[in-house]
């Protein structure tokens, strides 16, 4: 049983990931809305092999060879991390009957990585403050994250449709 809800976990955060990338794929070819490079994703997590973790700006830093895949599946490992911490949190049986509230939520708390955390590590200041436009830089993050919420329901309550298990059984 717990490999199964391992594997549930991969299949909802991996999609749930997906709906996120699609959703930033439609903001920009609808409404130029520029997304993340995830190969700065990469970069970044290329220099703290070296020791570095703060940037001033890491477009500037030295390329990492290897940074856009190393980026865009550590965004991926990181879907997969959420989804599963959700389901520490709520339990497995989310995954039988998934509900909205805790995937919203999920999203909600998950925006604190990039404000936290990775805006700070680019050069962009606590939650994008060093750019020109802060306020749009954290509503737009905040609403990508709960698009990674909502992906989150979806996706559980299709997984949730597949066969009963025994992870779902009455």
């Known amino acids: ?16 990931t997906l709906v996120l990338d699609l959703w930033a794929l439609a903001r920009r070819r609808f409404f130029g809305v ?8 990469g970069r970044w ?23 856009r895949l190393l980026g865009w599946g550590c965004h991926y490992l990181i879907g997969v991390l959420f989804a ?11 995954l039988c009957r998934p509900s909205l509230l805790p995937a919203l939520l999920l999203g909600l708390l998950s925006v604190a990585a990039p404000l936290l955390l990775m805006q700070p590590a680019f050069g ?9 436009n802060p306020w749009q830089v954290r509503l737009r993050s905040l609403l990508s994250h709960l698009v990674f919420g909502l992906g989150i329901y979806l996706v559980g309550w299709g997984a949730a449709q597949l066969p009963a298990t025994s992870l779902c059984a009455v």
């Open 84 to 94: 599963g911490a959700m389901l520490v949190a709520v339990g497995p049986q989310w």
């Open 124 to 132: 962009m200041g606590l939650a994008a403050s060093r750019l020109p």
């Open 1 to 16: 049983m717990t490999s199964e809800i391992i594997l549930r976990a991969m299949l909802v955060g991996l999609g749930a």
């Open 34 to 41: 520029p997304s993340l490079d995830y190969a700065l994703v």
């Open 45 to 67: 997590l290329g220099h703290m092999g070296q020791g570095r973790v703060r940037h001033a700006a890491i477009g500037k830093a030295p390329v990492v060879r290897g940074e």
